[in-house]
C-alpha cells in the first residue's frame, strides 16, 4: 500500500484512514490532498478515522498540517467518525487538534461543510447590501 | 485491522478497500455490510477497490458474495475505482464479476444507485396505470 485513495464527492473530498500511518504514507497523503483540492477545485476534505483505535501525536500533527494546507487552499477540514475512547485519550495527551474541525459521522461532516459554503455565501450576500 | 469501516452516505454505504483481504476479514466485511444494509435502510453499496493493485479470484468471490447477498436483501452494488490493468488481468483470468455491476469513479457508482432507484420507482408508477 503506498496510497491512500481520495474519493470525490461533489466539491468535497473524502479519505479513509484504515492503516497504520508512517512518515511516507503520510507524507504522499498531504501532496496528493493538496494537489486534489486544486485540480478537482475542492471546498472540503473529509477525513474518516472511525477505523483508527489510537491516535498518537505524529497522527494529529498529519491531520493539523493536512487542515493548515487545506485552509490556506480555502478547504475546511473535517474529521469523522473518532472513537469516544480516541477523543477521551485526545483530551488526556494534550491533543486538542486546534485547527481541525470534527463531525460524529461522514455525513455530518457533509453537511458542515455544504453550511460554511452557503454560510460564506450568504455572508458575501450582506457585504454587498 | 479488524474491521473495513462503513460509511453511510443517504440511502447508500460506501466501503474503500485498501488493505490486504484475507479470510477473517473478508467475513467480517460481508456479516458487517449485511447488518448495515438491514439497520441502515440502504439501497445500494458501494465499494471502492481504486487502491488495490490486484484482484484476485479470493477478492472476486468476496465482491460477487456481497453483491448476492445484497441483492436479496433489495439493495444494488457497485464496484468503483478499478484501475484500467486490473480490468485487463480479470478478463485474461476469465473473472468477469457477473453480478457485480461496475461504475468508474464513486460519483458515478451513486448516480447509477439513484437512477436505478428513480427507475424502480417509474416502473411501481407504470404498474398502476
Known sequence: MDRIPILKFGNALLV???????????????????????????????????ALEVVDSFIGRMLDNIAAVSRILDADTVVVGMRPAVAITLVE??????GVKTALNVERG????????????????????
Chains 1, 2 share one sequence.
Open 16 to 50: 479513509t484512514i484504515q492503516v497504520d500511518m508512517h512518515d511516507r504514507l503520510a507524507t504522499a497523503l498531504e501532496e496528493d490532498l493538496t494537489s486534489r483540492i486544486v485540480s478537482n477545485n475542492a471546498r472540503g476534505v473529509l477525513i474518516d478515522i472511525s
Open 93 to 98: 495527551l494534550g491533543l486538542s487538534l486546534t
Open 110 to 129: 457533509m453537511a458542515m461543510i455544504h453550511d460554511r459554503l452557503a454560510g460564506s455565501e450568504a455572508d458575501d450576500a450582506d457585504d454587498e447590501d
